[in-house]
């Protein structure tokens, strides 16, 4: 099935994925923290269900990371 999502939200979303998982973080887990399901979790890492910008920015903090850790650099402009 092709993606209906742009290359760079694919490697946000993988980033954030990654940046979980590297935490020893379950979907389960992140998705508890952030009041939301298991599901809606794997939705998003799964490009499924579109991650918008109020949800992003709870993703970033329940993780404890920043913008600049999964914004492709061509985005940064030399932060």
């Known amino acids: 099935m ?6 760079d939200y694919i490697e946000i979303i ?3 994925r ?4 590297s935490k020893n973080i ?3 887990d992140l998705a508890n923290k952030m ?6 979790v794997s ?14 920015l709870r993703w970033l903090d329940t993780l ?3 913008f600049s850790d999964v914004i492709p650099s061509k985005y940064t402009k030399g932060e």
Do not use: A, M
Request: charged fraction near 35%; charge should be positive; hydrophobic fraction near 30%.
């Open 2 to 7: 092709k993606s209906i999502y742009d290359e």
């Open 64 to 66: 404890n990371i920043s």
């Open 26 to 28: 379950t979907q389960l």
């Open 43 to 56: 939705k998003i890492e799964s490009c499924e269900r579109r991650l918008d910008v109020i949800e992003f």
């Open 35 to 40: 009041g939301k399901t298991q599901s809606f």
């Open 14 to 16: 993988t980033r954030l």
């Open 18 to 21: 990654i940046i979980r998982t």
